[in-house]
């Protein structure tokens, strides 16, 4: 199985990732809120297979991107965190260690 992990670095790479990642949810028929799968609108892009090539599954059937998110700059890690995509994404996948 092929794993791919996305590691988004500065305030740049933050933003870029972050709309890379809405893009990847909606492509992939999953809530940016919940990180629920909805299999009835999914035409087949969402197969299992496919899906845990960009998203790990967790214990409660619901994906969170494979991605970590890396900056200096408190206040860029902390609008990632703030928008959807950062209630679906876990804390330890944010590292910020600023000067």
Known sequence: MDNII???VGQCGLN???QIWNDALEEHHID???GKHDSITDKGYGAP???NTLFDETKEGTY???ALFVSPKEDAI???Q???LGSIIPKE???????
Request: net charge positive.
């Open 49 to 51: 297979h496919k899906l």
């Open 64 to 66: 969170t991107p494979r």
């Open 78 to 80: 902390a609008q990632v």
């Open 32 to 34: 940016p809120n919940s």
């Open 82 to 84: 703030s928008s959807s």
């Open 16 to 18: 870029i990732g972050q």
């Open 6 to 8: 996305n590691i988004h």
């Open 93 to 99: 996948n944010f590292m910020c260690q600023g000067p």
